[in-house]
């Protein structure tokens, strides 16, 4: 069964940096999504984008936050400076077509960890 | 926006027994899930079941739409069911999946 995959599994970075988080979803999907869980809590939503676009957005996913598609397969999240607070487990999700009336497949996670 | 309520927020099960998990949701839904989260981290995709009833195993989901609640059934509970299960449900824009806080399952043999 086709699968989202990201990587790394797991980041540690310094305060300040930049960080890129890679993703390759399901190769027929169209919409692809961004979530974060901080330890012990929710799953939330950062972002949705869909035709080269940011389609939705969260009050998380501020100026420090980019995502781009830059090629076909690739879906990546920069996080521009980071903070202690970025630390989190962050998912990447897609789903198949424009019917919005699809489930998001999720990848395993990138566990980031800010020093 | 539409809010996601689950319950109960701990559960604590002796292997073999049965349980329920419920999640109730404010306002009508075109899409709903159920994930269970591992002691890795991993989400995985339980059921999409924005109606009606579908099994898999020892478990087993419903979704009431009309009255705005889903229900996951799992039986003859194992250790290996341990973990957090969520509830999530599409946005109103078709978006965003909105989660609940979760309910956290502990099994001991």
């Known amino acids: 069964e086709p699968e989202v995959t990201q990587t790394p599994s797991h980041q540690v970075t310094q305060m300040g940096q930049e960080v890129i988080l890679r993703c390759v979803p399901i190769s027929n999907h169209l919409y692809f999504y961004w979530y974060r869980q901080i330890l012990g809590q929710k799953v939330e939503f950062l972002v949705s984008f869909y035709n080269n676009e940011i389609s939705e957005k969260s009050e998380i996913f501020d100026d420090q936050f980019s995502v781009e598609r830059p090629d076909g397969s690739n879906f990546t999240l920069k996080i521009r400076s980071t903070k202690l607070e970025d630390s989190a487990m962050y998912f990447c999700?897609?789903?198949?077509?424009?019917?919005?009336?699809?489930?998001?497949?999720f990848g395993d996670g990138t566990r980031l960890s800010i020093l | 926006g539409i809010q996601v309520e689950q319950s109960p927020p701990d559960l604590i099960l002796q292997e073999g027994a049965n349980s329920t998990l419920r999640c109730n949701f404010s306002?009508?839904?075109?899409?709903l899930q159920w994930f269970h989260q591992n002691p890795w981290g991993q989400l995985i995709n339980l059921f999409y079941i924005p109606s009606g009833t579908k099994q898999n195993g020892r478990l087993s989901a419903t979704t009431v739409a009309t009255e705005r609640y889903s229900l996951l059934y799992i039986s003859s509970s194992q250790t290996t069911d341990s973990g957090v299960y969520f509830c999530a449900v599409l946005n109103q824009a078709g978006t965003a999946l909105i989660f609940g806080k979760g309910t956290t399952l502990s099994v001991s043999s």
């Open positions: 999700a897609s789903s198949e077509r424009v019917n919005r009336n699809q489930p998001q497949h």
């Open positions: 306002d009508s839904v075109n899409n």
